[in-house]
């Protein structure tokens, strides 16, 4: 449930892919519903919102997402990712601040960015103490849970064939995934608010080193202008779906 609830609020990416490197982020607000779907359940059960800034080496990044007020008496969530990139997105310092029910955890990962390589050093708080420093290391770019999040926007899927899969390594705190996607292509998509839009949409699947999957597919559906905003991704949950609305 947890790791499901997070993933909804970030859209992924990856380095293997054909990259425009033409996107500018001066700075920039990205509002989004998040809604629970079951049957005929439709439920507006969270907000998020992803505010970044242009700095003078690159960028700075702040994703929080939190469950409304009637979503709050059966599982509150108050979570929070923060990340600063280079100029070219790559990340280099992570944080993750979850606080879900009774849980409550903080990660920070510090990257180091080679040029074929990434390692990066992980320590975990727990009641705001340190509980573990973990090592991480991939043979390629590897980025985490929100600096991803840039890369996808600056991929030219227009320019992929339909079904085209990559792979790419992420860092999320103690785990090293890779993740991929598939392109399935562009389709028609209307948001909560009845405006219409065409989208390039994808499929992320998270797996470990030995090929077990992570976590359930992800559905993500991205503008085609210039963009390249994440409008809508699903993920499932034990019982229902997650569906996240770009609100602007």
Sequence with gaps: MRKTFFLVFVVISLVLS??????TI?????????VYHWGVVWKHAADASLT???TANGYSSRLTGKTRSWADKIYPVRDTLKCTMGSN??????????????YYAHDIVQFTNYNASTSAQCTRYRKNKPTANISLSANGVAYDMLSVFFMLRNIDFAKMKTNNTYSTWIFSGKEKEILTINYVGIEPLQLRDKSRHQAFHIKLKFTQDNGKKSSDDIDAYISTDAQRIPLMVVGKLPVGEIKCYYAR
């Design 26 to 34: 001066t700075n920039e607000t990205l509002n989004y519903q998040v």
């Design 18 to 23: 054909p990259l425009v490197n033409a996107l």
């Design 52 to 54: 970044t800034t242009k």
């Design 89 to 102: 997105f790559r990340p280099i310092k992570y944080e993750k601040l979850t606080h879900e029910k009774s």
